[in-house]
Nanobody, 126 residues
Framework: VQLVESGGGSVQPGGSLRLSCAVS????????MGWFRQSPGKEREGIAAIDDDGSSSYGDSMRGRSTISKDGTKNILYLQLRYLKPEDTAMYYC??????????????????????WGQGTQVTVS
């Protein structure tokens, strides 16, 4: 299994970015995928998750300013970020785990729920 993020970069406050995560070798029918971020000295934080059915959930930090989506044909996970703030500066990671689903009781926004991770893409807002 390989997850490769891209799309990070430097952006001014109020700007937008679209992050991508190319997934290969992950051939499960039931799964959840998520986006997380981590800045120095802080724990990894869940931003959004989506399952194979398209059910999604969002963490408090970027709810209303982010949208998670996936292209099943291309095996790519996306995260659209809007109205970015300096405090959004962090390394952003995608993650995947088979056998999970997303609902209101199980939003799948805990890093400990995932075993497959990408290497991260840096987002800097200044």
């Amino acid at each position: 299994v390989q997850l490769v993020e891209s799309g990070g970069g430097s952006v001014q406050p109020g700007g937008s970015l679209r992050l991508s995560c190319a997934v290969s070798g992950f051939t499960y029918e039931r799964y959840a995928m998520g986006w997380f971020r981590q800045s120095p000295g802080k724990e990894r934080e869940g931003i959004a998750a989506i399952d194979d059915d398209g059910s999604s959930s969002y963490g408090d930090s970027m709810r209303g300013r982010s949208t998670i989506s996936k292209d099943g044909t291309k095996n790519i996970l996306y995260l659209q970020l809007r109205y970015l703030k300096p405090e959004d500066t962090a390394m952003y990671y995608c993650a995947a785990e088979p056998g999970l689903w997303v609902d209101s009781v199980r939003p799948r926004l805990l890093a400990s729920e995932y075993n497959y991770w990408g290497q991260g893409t840096q987002v800097t807002v200044s």
